[in-house]
């Protein structure tokens, strides 16, 4: 097949216009474009390669004849509609977190396990992971091959991006009126003020004293990556607007040098190593907003194991976070699989 009917639910939220700025950008074979979203914003249009496209409402569109869905609509809208799909015959590439622990549902990182797309099979649909655990299993992945690691202690400071517009516009709000006297934005998506503040609360709080944010990333590493590594995490929101940063420490079987492990990243997919330890030398989450890569800084031993590491990683949570890994999983699903 030379083109491939592609289907977007969620179109007009964030993820959704990322991935069809992305499609664009890395010129995938589309042939018919479906623009889906909810009832309140269907009719709307949107712009895709000069034309304008109107955008379907999802619960009643017929996904028969669509090749690849890209899915983004919130979980239990995909929880409805991701099966629908895939029983007219469409393969769903999910971004919400509503399939990935299923265990007949392959969860994908294209530079970490691109094998696993395979098992589309069994139901039709492909889990996108959570954005701060897509970017950790990336800069793991070469040194987990190389070294075998052992544990993963990560603190992670996460941009409101990923918590939707409305995130956005609170920060954007709250940071006009903190230095205005008499003028407060009381907190409405964050249960505390954001903006010049940082809130270690990502979702809901689960009995072992863990948010939800925190035990996705240790069970998605143990799916996509090696269930025998101990993970623990601890996410944070702070006042940025996009961009996820991560302080990721790394126990290992073997030992592993700080100059070691920048050779192994260097040289691996979707990662740029930006890191000379002779000055300061990293990047920071403005940097990183709007590029495709996963990037790592701060690449040093960690003295309180034997078999230690330490590094910052940060990427644009809503790109390789998000559509990027979306769209990678769809372009290696025509490459393999569909085109074939």
């Not at 590439?93 to 797309?117: C, G, K, Q």
């Amino acid at each position: 097949m030379d083109v491939f009917n592609v289907a977007i639910a969620g179109a007009t939220g964030n993820v959704g216009r990322e991935i069809l700025a992305i499609l664009e950008e890395r010129n995938f074979p589309v042939g018919e474009l479906h623009l889906l979203a909810s009832e309140r914003t269907a009719g709307s249009r949107v712009e895709y390669r000069g034309r304008e496209i109107v955008v379907k409402n999802l619960a009643e569109f017929d996904f028969s004849g669509v090749h690849v869905g890209l899915f983004s609509p919130g979980g239990s809208v995909s929880a409805v509609h991701a099966p629908r799909a895939a029983a007219a015959g469409c393969v769903v590439v999910d971004n919400t977190s509503h399939f990935r622990m299923e265990p007949d549902v392959p969860l994908v990182v294209p530079e970490v396990n691109p094998e696993a797309i395979a098992g589309y099979k069994k139901r039709g649909i492909i889990a996108n992971p959570n954005c701060s655990t897509i970017q950790m299993v990336v800069a793991l992945k070469p040194i987990h091959d190389a070294a075998c690691i052992k544990r993963v202690v990560v603190a992670t400071y996460q941009a409101v991006s990923g918590a939707g517009k409305a995130a956005m516009d609170e920060l954007m709000e709250q940071s006009r009126a903190f230095y205005i006297p008499g003028r407060d934005v009381p907190p409405k998506k964050f249960i505390k003020p954001i903006a010049f503040n940082l809130i270690p609360h990502i979702d809901a709080f689960l009995e072992n004293g863990y948010t939800k944010e925190e035990m996705k990333m240790v069970n998605e590493t143990h799916k996509i990556l090696d269930p025998n590594i101990r993970v623990t995490a601890t996410t944070v929101r702070v006042p940025v607007f996009n961009a996820h940063s991560e302080v990721v420490t790394i126990e290992t079987e073997k030992p592993l040098s700080p100059e070691e492990a920048r050779e192994l990243l260097r040289n691996a997919p979707g990662i740029e190593v930006v890191d000379d330890p002779t000055k300061p030398s990293y990047i920071t989450p403005r940097e990183a907003a709007g590029k495709d890569a996963t990037f790592v800084s701060r690449i040093r031993k960690d003295f309180s194991v034997e078999n230690g590491l330490q590094m910052w990683v940060v990427s644009d949570n809503l790109r390789k976070g998000a559509a990027l890994n979306a769209v990678q999983i769809a372009e290696v699903l025509i490459r393999d699989h569909l085109g074939k």
